[in-house]
């Protein structure tokens, strides 16, 4: 369904140990908001930030703490707009961009994410947590990009963000497995070649 990756279960444990002193203690329910940048097949600028800082406003009343990552596509122009809105709010935190990059502890400890269409990867890994992941910015894509986001939204893995949520009222899907399930095909594909992995 969506990208490969390594935020499964054994290394979301691993993340909810790594990041509990920094995370646990936060203010209940986490929003974590992952802005990606424009691509070829889904773009957009400074309109969708204003709109998705705009719709962000509008649903901090039920968050208990909200946290903000930028992606290294992330266009100064967008973050930028984050920055100047959410900078002095006592709720929000937004990653400076320093190591260690909080992503995996935020994978672990989040209520609730919304993410920008344009990442696949993001969005993958965040639908691997079987927690609500909220879109925005989906219509804005083409391609397989749109294929992408169908497929999410027919699985009832994704809603889009309206700014109408009560973060507080979470809910919950099959969480996708696609590297595990990857993983089986290719070792029965060898198996039936008469190969198998060394263990």
């Known amino acids: 369904v969506g990208a490969l990756h390594q935020a499964d279960s054994t290394a979301l444990r691993s993340a909810t140990s790594v990041w509990h002193d920094e995370l646990a203690p936060l203010p209940k329910p986490l929003l ?3 802005i990606g940048g424009p691509t070829r097949h889904c773009q957009y600028g400074a309109d969708l930030a204003k709109q998705l800082t705009a719709l962000l406003q509008n649903v901090l009343w039920s968050c ?37 990059n909080p992503h995996m502890g935020h994978l672990a400890w989040a209520d609730a994410f919304v993410i920008t269409a344009d990442s696949v990867s993001m969005l993958s890994e965040a639908c691997s947590t079987g927690k609500p992941v909220y879109v925005i910015g989906a219509e804005r894509c083409t391609w397989k990009f749109a294929d992408f986001h169908k497929s999410l939204q027919e699985r009832g893995v994704v809603r889009p ?6 973060i507080s009222k979470g809910w919950s899907y099959p969480p996708l497995n696609d590297t595990a399930e990857a993983a089986g095909q290719v070792i029965l594909a060898l198996a039936e070649r008469g190969w198998r ?3």
């Open 197 to 199: 992995l060394r263990p």
């Open 64 to 100: 208990g703490s909200l946290r903000i990552s930028f992606s290294r596509r992330t266009p100064w122009k967008v973050s930028d707009i984050f920055v100047r809105e959410f900078s002095n709010h006592s709720k929000v935190h937004i990653w400076d961009g320093k190591d260690p």
């Open 32 to 34: 974590v908001v992952n």
């Open 161 to 166: 963000f309206t700014g109408r949520e009560n």
